[in-house]
């Protein structure tokens, strides 16, 4: 299973958009609605900031949204902010039960 | 508070067969599916397999780089997880985390514990 495909690093202004694509195959994040996002910050434990394509976790600002299109899943932050910098990995579950992880986008408050 | 902590980790040696340990709190672990991601040094986080419920037989699947090497169980009455890595390879240097899966996400991380593997 190789891991599904993230640009390597975006940036923006504090208070800007930015948007993570992640994409896939019809085995993965085109099979079904089970992709999540998460943020790890070195030395931390990740977190997850989205689950089931679109659906916040109590206590994720709701500037983190979801969304999904056939293949490709994508995690927009609006209004970014300092603490948002970190990397992001996007996970889909796959055939056979398993999970696959996005390849890690670094994202970068100029 | 969910906690998940991990140990076992360090050095080994090619071909060793150390098992790491993952000690939980504040949920009722026999409740959930559990599993076991790592991160290999300067690449990104891949899941490693995971364990189902003890009325689902305590089924277990992995990712095709372990399958065969690797061996995720569980201890309800413990409270704990355990992931036996045998046939080590350099390829599985790597932080190892503990986390809960839970509907299709992975809700609770561990800190995560080292395996180095070098002569």
């Known amino acids: 299973q190789s891991a599904l495909t993230q640009p390597r690093s975006v940036s923006g202004s504090p208070g800007q958009s930015v948007t993570i694509s992640c994409t896939g195959t019809s085995s993965d994040v085109g099979r079904e609605n089970y992709v999540s996002w998460y943020q790890h910050h070195p030395g931390k434990a990740p977190k997850v900031m989205i689950y089931d394509v679109n659906k916040r976790p109590s206590g994720v600002p709701d500037r983190f949204s979801g969304s999904k299109s056939g293949n490709t899943a994508s995690l927009t932050i609006s209004g970014l902010q300092p603490e948002d910098e970190g990397d992001y990995y996007c996970c889909s579950s796959a055939a056979t039960y398993t999970y696959v992880f996005g390849s890690v986008t670094r994202v970068t408050v100029l | 508070e969910v906690q998940l902590v991990e140990s076992g980790g360090g050095l080994v040696q090619p071909g060793g067969s150390p098992r790491l340990s993952c000690a939980a709190s504040?949920?009722?672990?026999?409740?959930?599916?559990m599993a076991w991601v790592r991160q290999a040094p300067g690449q990104g986080l891949e899941w490693v397999g995971r364990?189902?419920?003890?009325?689902?037989?305590?089924?277990?699947e992995y990712a095709a780089s372990v399958e065969g090497r690797f061996i995720i169980s569980r201890d309800d009455s413990k409270n704990s997880l355990y992931l036996q890595m045998n046939s080590l390879e350099t390829e599985d240097t790597a932080v190892y985390y503990c986390?809960?899966?839970?509907?299709?996400?992975?809700?609770?991380w561990g800190q995560g514990t080292v395996v180095t593997v070098s002569s």
């Open positions: 986390v809960r899966e839970y509907w299709f996400r992975f809700d609770y």
């Open positions: 504040g949920f009722t672990f026999s409740d959930y599916y």
């Open positions: 364990i189902r419920l003890k009325r689902e037989s305590y089924t277990t």
